[in-house]
């Protein structure tokens, strides 16, 4: 069963060597702390936000590429996560943080302020990135 759909409200965001189209998401079933109406962030395919678990991108915040933001995760802010990174379980990102490359942030992990979370690097259990950190 689906949990969101396109409001048909596009961006497009110039990447490294091309451009992507984002779409602006919208809840279209209830689940937690969401209500079917209410306007998301963006994400550039459905396969950047799991249609499972209670998973949401809010705000200005972005996925895009092949990333993927899955379970319980919240990506909100003008948070970015792209590439082929991946935010799942209760997993926070925030803020103007960037989680990309092939990073994950799982756990109850949080990343926020300004940090950046890349390459092959993993934040998971209860550990927190914030402020100008970089991982």
Same mark, same amino acid.
């Given at each position: 069963m689906k949990k969101?759909?396109?409001t048909g409200e596009t961006k497009t965001v110039a990447l490294a060597g091309r451009t992507a189209t984002l779409h602006r998401?919208?809840?279209i079933v209830c689940f937690k702390g969401v +209500?079917?109406?209410?306007? /998301?962030?963006?994400?550039e395919c459905e396969k950047n936000l799991s249609h499972e678990g209670d998973a949401w991108v809010y705000g200005n915040a972005k996925v895009y590429d +092949?990333?993927?933001v899955c379970g319980d995760a919240r990506v909100y802010g003008n948070a970015r996560v792209c590439d082929n990174a991946k935010v799942c379980d209760n997993a926070?990102?925030?803020g103007d943080a960037w989680v990309y490359g092939n990073a994950r942030v799982y756990g109850n992990a949080e990343v926020c302020d300004n940090a950046k979370v890349c390459d092959n690097a993993k934040v998971c259990g209860d550990a927190w990135?914030? /402020?100008n950190a970089r991982v």
């Open positions: 969101y759909e396109f998401i919208r809840a +209500n079917s109406g209410d306007t /998301g962030g963006w994400v +092949n990333a993927k926070k990102v925030c990135v914030y /402020g």
